[in-house]
């Protein structure tokens, strides 16, 4: 793992919307979690406050909304995947609700259970010690609370897939777990294998090189016309390192220059003033996977598009995040601030999914090996 890289914990946390300037608007107090004690944001520091002219100004797309609006066609297919069961909900109930009013097709995967995050965990355990069986029930819980907001967006459980990986785990399949033999074990629940999977059989054990493989068969099975998935500029470690692995994955499917080749479509959960304030934009170009500092300037190359959200689509936004309500009751704020009529994706073409994955595995263990 690069040094400039943060643990940032296991699941989607309020701490990761700590304000980083005066602008912020995030209204999630400072959490208490494990690790976080002198949590800072060394990767994206705010230059020095100076006279801003108009001229200087960077122009972000926030500037003319209207000239970068996505446009769902008919009869998309879109791949939605997700770190933990909520993101996609955060990120995309919009445009999964777009899909299937255009006569198009939806599958939702997610990566994790969620079944690592230990504060929401003891607080529902009231104190009491916490044994691996109370993260795999609460992984189980979160898999049915997922399932019950698809369902309200018309997404019936059979398009839904629960890969099992371990939640806070994902970088290290990417950077010390990759090679079958020497599987991750999660400290939370004590598993190293997957308790769900893509078919029966054996569940894929906790490496890297599974995950990718199932990322990548799940696309060729398929076929999407889109790939939602999380921006590798998230500063969530799931988050951004499941990002590098979707590439990953859309690289080696490439490698066959006959394989259609699907829209991908980035999305931001984890990230310094998102999406309250009209900062993270310009914050976004200037960072590279995970908030390292981006060295190559892909960063400032990628558009960003929107998806404009009708009031009923923000309403059933709301309705389907209401059905979470394990994580609505540890982080109600944060999860509301993603309830508003504009959903924001990064365009990611054959250059990110060419470089990133490699850039990645470069500055990781497994590169270096
Ligand atoms: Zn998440």
Known sequence: ???????????????????????????????????????????????????????????????????????????????????????????????????????????????????????????????????????????????????????????????????????????????????????????????????????QGPKPAYVGSNLAENLADLIRAWQPTMVVFPDPRDQHLDHCTLGVFVLEAVREIAKDRRAPMPQLLGYLVHFPEYPGTPVWPDLARRSGVCGAKDNTGWSHRVPWTHLALESEEVAAKEAALSRYASQLQVMRAFLLQFVRPMEWFSILGREEVATIPLQHAARSHRGAR
């Not at 406050?49 to 066609?73: C, G, S, W, Y």
């Not at 992984?139 to 629960?162: H, N, T, Y």
């Not at 991750?184 to 893509?198: I, K």
Request: charged share 20%.
């Open 1 to 199: 793992m690069p040094p400039a890289l943060l643990r940032l914990g296991p699941v989607c946390s309020v701490l990761l919307l700590a304000p980083l300037g005066a602008l912020a608007l995030s209204s999630s107090p400072p959490s208490p979690r494990a690790g976080s004690a002198g949590f800072s944001w060394p990767l994206l520091v705010r230059e020095p406050a100076r006279q801003e002219h108009a001229a200087d100004r960077v122009r972000t797309p926030l500037d003319n909304p209207d000239a970068n609006k996505l446009v769902i066609p008919q009869h998309a297919k879109a791949l939605v995947i997700a770190p933990h069961p909520d993101d996609e909900t955060l990120a995309a109930a919009g445009l999964i609700g777009r899909v299937l009013e255009q006569r198009g097709s939806v599958r939702v995967v997610f990566a994790t259970n969620g079944d690592g995050y230990a504060e929401a965990v003891a607080a529902q355990r009231k104190g009491r010690r916490l044994t691996p069986e109370d993260f795999r029930r609460y992984g189980r819980q979160r898999q049915a609370e997922a399932q019950e907001a698809l369902l309200s967006l018309g997404i019936p459980a059979s398009w839904i897939v629960f890969l099992g990986y371990p939640d806070g785990g994902i970088d290290d399949l990417w950077a010390t777990h990759w090679a079958e033999g020497q599987p991750f074990v999660s400290p939370f629940t004590r598993l190293s294998q997957a308790v769900d999977g893509t078919e």
